[in-house]
């Protein structure tokens, strides 16, 4: 109710300390924390710069000068929580919340033809980029500032050596105060003077603010961020930061690439736990895992040129103060490789936040194709014959600033086969056919996915052979011919229906997931040879029905052989489910994509492979379309020159064959007779050890052995054992009669029969138990006599069907059994207590007292806290109702406090002892005690 400017300073001066606040200002601040006065509109107003990407539009902008330190104000906090479970229901729940949070994202409009379920998702794929935390008692509080703070921006970074650096004019710093009306709030403060107009560029801001904004600006001067490529990939190969390296560190096998599955969410969070300490382990969490690294020891490893570059790239943001040169720096986007190349694209996090247009992370469809294109012989050119310079691609080919021009001088010579790579993305594909010789052309619509593949061609020595361009499909290329088209285009059906923001951007294909893939293959006769090939992954909807749907696309092209490899094919529901991170079938996100599959005829999709041209093999007839299956789950083999999610097989030079069967080559297909073949049990044996563990297993935790858990073996944790039952009765059947005399196997299949027909009978008899809750217990009290918990059952069973007379004689049975048991006078009281039979009531309730006085000082003082505490409150709220009722209004208020006293105050079992006490005092006149209690 009160408190004083040196009480607040005794509070707080640690974290003002620590937020840099100046001491001048501890006073006004002081006065506006306890006056709540948000006074941040009386001298900065909103500014939108529509030029600017989507969720950094609204800027802030000062309206009458302000001299440095000369004031502070308060910024409100919109939004608190603790989980994301927490957040979730928030949305839900709170009034408008959802409605200003899209407005601070600026995604408003992006978000009008979704659902609320899907707007939700949304907002919670994108809160990285608006929350900060602290620490409230001992616990982490995560929030979101109102829509002044959420509009703060960072000062702009340099993108070239020289350049002048823009400072920040303002600071910002949260303090727990832990006022009941004003738990929490942030401060901000001029730091240099500021005129009328001035752009606010504030330091101290969260890193996801910080990380939103920067993002939009890695390698905007793309000719200075080109020129020290060469110098940051010298510095990798010399430490030796290679793919087979960075798997060996992580754990995981070193085939051609790391997926996103490697490097995101839990997994990243427990890679970076394994890893050791040491030059290599510490470039990977600062590269791969994208963990904070010290500015020091980064130059310590790399270099000071290395640094330079990665500075001057735009990708190195700090993860603290941003004005301390000491601090620990993150990496804007995540270095990977695929095939010995050197991949930056965006961490997968990012790309499900909204006003990002994402870079996509390696994905398991990104290394089928790139298996695909290893596994070529040759990537074709006038002559059929690889040019030179072909083979994998490995680090330390990597080209320094010398090489690169010879690199230059040899294709100025021999330019090779001609290869385009439609929406390339980080450019992987074509970068792998740059590095086997060829001339590469490599086409995305998103200026920013271009940016970061001319980097990506810089840093692993090709840009020599590379053109990147920014543009829509074939456009950019005029009528230019190839000899492969390579692509992964947007394949996901709908994608704009809200199931992740990112795939909105980089995964749309259309309604039916197939609007970009038609019109890449309508493109091939104009802009693939005759003798080229055709190798696109993606997903594919109804791939039963490809040989019609290329036939109508292809037009003139359909003239050379297609096929389409896929793994399994998943139904409308569960693709619904995988799209949407494994969320369960009945949440209405899930449910309204599915309808919309539905609407489009989608009724099953496929991962795989869509090929033409010579590369199918002398099997594929011409101008024919075939459709093959492998055998496996849909994913990707992660080895170098293996494609099992997009074709069955590979025959012996590394083609897909178009029969899907594997063509082994000899040495593989040979047997080796002279090593011992591993040991494998008997077909019989497996399934009854399967029976058996489906038996014992789930059912240990419900048997007391392993851990007391305290209830009566129910039927509900037999299920599963039952199945068990089935199988190892099946077995051991089948295990007796085989190989068995006619005469004894039919005596044992008729021991079996009649085993089965005895748990027949049984079966039929337990459901006759099970038609009621008076028969069940009925059944349990004649099987189970003894148990006093079986008696207040059927008890509970006979009073719910006012059986009055045979539940008092239940509950008496079960106080008779077990005097302790306190739940079971409870009933009795209030059944009592309901009848007007207040004096049997009373000694029902005081019963459940004298428990409590024969345990209090007794060594048994846990069993009688476990089976009567929790009715104690109940039974003193009962009796006071029981008195006040009669006019006893001193005896019940003195019981509702003692109830009122002794409830939890949080749980939800013990509501009552609140309600009551209010409702007492209030029909009493006593309004002032009220609002205390």
Request: aromatic share 8%.
């Amino acid at each position: 109710t009160h408190m004083d400017f040196d009480e607040f300073v005794g509070n707080t001066e640690e974290q003002l300390l620590a937020g840099g606040v100046p001491r001048d200002l501890w006073r006004p601040l002081f006065t506006k924390a306890w006056s709540q006065t948000f006074d941040a509109g009386s001298c900065l107003a909103f500014v939108l710069d529509e030029s600017e990407p989507q969720g950094v539009q609204t800027s802030l902008q000062v309206t009458r000068p302000l001299k440095a330190e000369s004031d502070i104000f308060l910024v409100d906090h919109l939004w608190t929580f603790q989980s994301a479970r927490d957040a979730k229901i928030h949305l839900m729940r709170v009034s408008g919340l959802r409605e200003r949070i899209l407005t601070i994202l600026e995604a408003t409009e992006q978000a009008k033809d979704l659902s609320t379920d899907a707007q939700d998702q949304l907002i919670l794929r994108s809160l990285w980029m608006l929350t900060d935390s602290y620490l409230m008692d001992s616990r982490r509080a995560i929030f979101v500032m109102d829509e002044v703070g959420s509009r703060l921006r960072p000062p702009p970074l340099p993108c070239a050596e020289g350049e002048e650096v823009v400072g920040a004019n303002f600071r910002i710093c949260t303090l727990w105060l832990g006022w009941d009306d004003l738990p929490a709030v942030s401060v901000i403060w001029p730091v240099k003077d500021v005129a009328r107009e001035d752009s606010v560029f504030c330091a101290g801001l969260p890193l996801g603010v910080r990380r939103r904004a920067a993002l939009h600006h890695v390698f905007e001067n793309e000719e200075v961020a080109a020129e020290h490529a060469p110098t940051l990939a010298a510095s990798l190969r010399e430490i030796g930061f290679t793919h087979t390296a960075i798997c060996e560190l992580l754990g995981v096998p070193a085939g051609l690439g790391l997926t996103a599955q490697h490097l995101s969410g839990r997994a990243q969070a427990d890679a970076n736990a394994k890893l050791p300490a040491g030059v290599l382990p510490d470039l990977v969490r600062f590269f791969v895992l994208g963990r904070p690294l010290p500015l020091a020891r980064l130059a310590a490893i790399l270099g000071a040129p290395a640094v330079t570059s990665l500075r001057v790239s735009g990708l190195l943001l700090a993860a603290g103060a941003e004005d301390d040169e000491t601090a620990a720096v993150v990496c804007l986007l995540q270095l990977t490789s695929v095939a010995g190349l050197l991949l930056f694209a965006d961490f997968f996090e990012v790309g499900g936040a909204c006003g990002i247009d994402p870079v996509m992370s390696i994905g398991v469809d990104t290394l089928g194709l790139a298996a695909a294109i290893q596994a070529l012989p040759s990537l074709g050119g006038a002559d059929g014959k690889q040019a030179a310079g072909e083979g994998e691609v490995k680090l330390e080919g990597l080209a320094t600033e010398g090489e690169e021009k010879k690199a230059d001088e040899a294709a100025a010579s021999e330019s090779g086969p001609r290869v385009l790579d439609l929406c390339c993305g980080s450019g992987v594909q074509g970068l792998l056919c740059a590095a086997r010789g060829a001339t590469v052309d490599l086409v995305d619509v998103s200026a920013r996915a271009a940016a970061v593949t001319r980097f990506n061609a810089a840093l692993n020595g090709l840009a020599s052979r590379v053109a990147v361009h920014d543009g829509d499909l074939f456009e950019p290329i005029g009528e230019a011919q190839y000899d492969l088209l390579v692509a992964n285009p947007p394949y996901i059906p709908s994608a704009s229906l809200g199931c992740n923001p990112g795939l909105a951007l980089y995964g749309d294909g259309g309604a039916a997931g197939e609007e970009i893939l038609r019109r890449i293959v309508e493109g091939v006769s104009a802009h693939v040879r005759e003798t080229g090939r055709v190798m696109i992954v993606g997903n594919f909807a109804n791939p039963d029905q490809y040989p019609t749907k290329i036939a109508a696309w292809a037009g003139p092209a359909i003239s050379r052989p297609w096929a389409v490899w896929h793994g399994r094919q998943w139904d409308g529901p569960t693709y619904a489910q995988l799209v949407h991170d494994g969320a369960p079938a009945t949440d209405p996100v899930v449910v309204e994509y599915t309808a919309c599959l539905a609407d489009q005829h989608v009724a099953t999709i496929a991962n795989g492979l869509l090929l033409a041209g010579p590369a199918l093999g002398p099997e594929a007839a011409s101008a024919s379309v075939s459709v093959s299956v492998s055998g496996g789950d849909g994913q990707v083999t992660n080895t170098s020159n293996t494609t099992t999610n997009t074709s069955s097989s590979n025959n012996q030079s590394g083609t897909p064959t178009n029969s899907g069967k594997t063509k082994n080559n000899s040495s593989s297909a040979k047997h080796d007779h002279t090593r011992s073949q591993p040991r494998t049990l008997h077909p019989h044996a497996r399934v009854a050890a399967l029976g058996l563990a489906l038996l014992v297993i789930p059912f240990l935790p419900a048997s007391n052995l392993v851990t007391r858990v305290g209830f009566v073996v129910a039927e509900r944790v037999l299920y599963v054992p039952s199945l068990g039952y089935i199988i190892l009765l099946a077995a051991l059947t089948r295990a007796l009669t085989s190989g068995r005399g006619k005469a004894l196997s039919s005596v044992l299949l008729f021991i079996a029969s009649l085993i089965l027909t005895a748990f027949l009978v049984r079966s039929v008899t337990r459901a006759e138990d099970w038609k009621s809750d008076v028969t069940i217990w009925e059944a349990m009290v004649r099987d189970a006599p003894w148990n006093p918990k079986t008696w207040k059952s059927v008890g509970l069973a006979y009073r719910k069907q006012d059986r009055l007379r045979e539940a008092e004689h239940a509950y008496k049975q079960c106080v008779t059994l077990d005097p302790d048991f306190g739940d079971c006078f409870l009933e009795l009281g209030l059944m009592y207590q309901k009848q007007g039979r207040n004096s049997e009531a009373e000694a029902a309730y005081k019963s459940i007292f004298n428990i409590k006085k024969r345990y209090y000082h007794t060594e048994q003082q846990e069993r009688y806290a476990s089976l009567t505490w929790p009715t104690v409150p109940e039974a003193m709220s009962n009796l006071g109702v029981m008195y006040a009722t009669n006019g006893d209004g001193a005896r019940a208020e003195q019981l509702f406090r003692q109830a009122y006293a002794l409830a939890p105050a949080r749980s939800g079992r013990h509501g009552f002892a609140y309600s009551n006490l209010v409702y007492f005092l209030q029909i009493n006149g006593r309004a002032d005690e009220i609002a205390r209690v």
